[in-house]
């Protein structure tokens, strides 16, 4: 198996069309550059948050980096919505546990 590197890198505009592309693969990607490049953090935070109730664990799961990386470029999240999203989320998808708690860390660290 090999990586390939993908630049994350997307303008607000680009993120909003992707984000309403309905593909899966498009949403990952937007979600991952509204968490690393989005200036909005009230709007990169709502859209993480609609993002963690997908019924696709891949775009759950992008949306909880997503958060991680909101915390720590802003170092403030709306804990009372976001602690009880993530609760939700690790819930729905068990397997993403491991991507929750380090979220969390990030937050404990970040806020």
């Given at each position: 198996m090999?990586?390939?590197y993908h630049d994350p890198s997307i303008s607000h505009d680009e993120a909003v069309s992707l984000l309403d592309s309905g593909l899966e693969?498009?949403?990952v990607t937007a979600l991952i550059s509204v968490g690393l490049n989005e200036q909005d953090s009230a709007w990169a935070q709502t859209v993480c948050l609609d993002h963690l109730k997908s019924g696709t664990q891949s775009v759950a799961a992008a949306a909880i980096t997503a958060l991680g990386h909101i915390a720590r470029r802003f170092g403030e999240l709306e804990m009372q919505v976001v602690i009880p999203a993530l609760d939700a989320v690790q819930a729905k998808f068990p397997a993403l546990e491991a991507s929750v708690?380090?979220?969390?860390?990030?937050?404990e660290m970040f806020t």
């Open positions: 090999s990586l390939i693969k498009h949403i708690a380090d979220t969390l860390d990030d937050i």
